[in-house]
C-alpha cells in the first residue's frame, strides 16, 4: 500500500488534468479533504489506511459540531470522490467510502398558492376579451382544474378538446397515459376559447395553444411568463407563482376537500405514492398555521 501523504495533492492533480476542475473548485475540495485529513492524524491514519467505521465516525463528529446536512453532504462527497480515485489507481484494494451513507436532506416542501390567490389569478385571466384573454383564461382553467404539468397542458392536441368532454387523455412521463376530469368552469372555457382559435391564422394545427415556434405549441417559458404577468396584474407576488405552483394548489385543495391520496396520485400521474405524500406535509403545516393563527389560546398570547 502507498504512503497516504501524498493522496490529497494526487487526487487534486487527477482533478484539474481529466476533469478540468476550475482552481475554485479543486480549492473548495482542498479545503474539505484537508479537514478530513487532520481529523484522520489525531489517530494515526491517513486516507489510504482510514475504514469505513473511521469514515462513519468523523462524518458523526461534523453533525455533533453542528455543521448542516448540506455542508456534511459535500464534505462526505469530496471523501467519496477521494477514495474512488484511490481504489481506482491502486492506491488502495478497498473503497471504504463506498457503503457510507450521507446525512438525509430535509425535504422542500413544494410551492402552493391559496385557493383566494388562484381565484384571483383565474378572475384576472378572465378580464378583457379576444383570443390571447381566451387563451389565458382557458389555460388557467384546465390547469387549475387537472392539476396537468405545463408541458402536458401546452402540449394538448385540440382533436380531443371539441365535442364538450367530460375527461381527457394525458401523455405524461414515460409516455404513460391517464385520464383527467374537467370541471364544468374548465369545459366552458375552452368551448368559449375553440371558436376564436378556430377563426385565426393557427387554426389547422394540431395543438390546442398552437404558437408560430418550433414546437408548434405554446412554449412552457411563455406561459410561465404569462402566469407571472397575471400575478402582477392581481397584486400578488409573482415569485411563489408558476404553473408548478398551481399544479401543486390542485393537489393540497383536492386533498384539503377531502380527496383520497390515491386518487390524487393517479389523477397527477405520479409513479410512487410517496411523491403524492408530501402534499399530506404542505396540509400539516397549513392546519398547524391555522390553528396558531386563529386558536383563542394562541390569540391571547399574542396580545401580551
Known amino acids: 500500500m502507498r504512503d497516504g501523504d501524498d493522496a490529497i495533492a494526487a487526487f487534486l492533480s487527477s482533478m484539474a488534468a481529466e476533469r478540468g476542475a476550475a482552481q475554485n473548485t ?32 468523523y462524518m458523526a463528529g461534523l453533525a455533533a459540531q453542528g455543521l ?86 401546452v402540449s394538448l392536441p385540440v382533436a380531443q378538446m371539441r365535442r364538450n368532454p367530460q375527461m381527457i387523455r394525458v401523455k405524461g412521463k414515460g409516455e404513460k397515459e391517464r385520464l383527467a376530469p374537467l370541471s364544468d368552469r374548465a369545459r366552458d372555457a375552452i368551448n368559449a376559447y375553440l371558436p376564436l382559435r378556430d377563426a385565426s391564422k393557427d387554426k389547422a394545427s394540431t395543438f390546442m395553444f398552437p404558437s408560430r415556434g418550433k414546437l408548434g405549441h405554446l412554449t412552457r417559458e ?5 402566469i407571472r ?46 411523491t403524492t405524500e408530501i402534499y399530506t406535509h404542505v396540509m400539516d403545516d397549513s392546519l398547524r398555521e391555522l390553528v396558531l393563527e386563529n386558536h383563542p389560546l394562541a390569540v391571547a398570547a399574542k396580545r401580551k
Not at 82 to 90: K, M, N, R, S
Open 26 to 57: 479543486l480549492d473548495a475540495y482542498r479545503r474539505d479533504l484537508s479537514d478530513y485529513e487532520s481529523s484522520l492524524k489525531a489517530y494515526s491514519l491517513t486516507p489510504t489506511s482510514a475504514a469505513r467505521n473511521d469514515i462513519e465516525g
Open 68 to 153: 448542516a446536512a448540506t455542508t456534511r453532504a459535500r464534505r462526505l462527497s469530496a471523501i467519496k470522490q477521494l477514495h474512488a480515485f484511490l481504489y481506482a489507481e491502486g492506491w488502495r484494494d478497498t473503497d471504504p467510502a463506498a457503503p457510507v451513507r450521507g446525512p438525509s436532506r430535509p425535504r422542500r416542501l413544494p410551492k402552493t398558492l391559496s385557493t383566494e390567490d388562484v381565484s384571483r389569478l383565474i378572475e384576472i385571466a378572465h378580464e378583457g376579451e379576444g383570443l390571447a384573454v381566451s387563451r389565458r383564461a382557458c389555460l388557467l382553467e384546465v390547469l387549475y382544474a387537472t392539476g396537468l404539468r405545463v408541458t402536458e397542458l
Open 222 to 226: 411563455r406561459f410561465y411568463q404569462m
Open 229 to 274: 404577468e397575471l400575478a402582477l396584474k392581481a397584486g400578488l407576488d409573482p415569485s411563489g407563482i408558476s404553473p408548478h405552483a398551481m399544479r401543486h394548489a390542485f393537489a393540497t385543495h383536492m386533498l384539503a376537500n377531502g380527496a383520497d391520496l390515491r386518487v390524487i396520485q393517479t389523477l397527477l400521474g405520479h409513479a410512487d405514492i410517496s
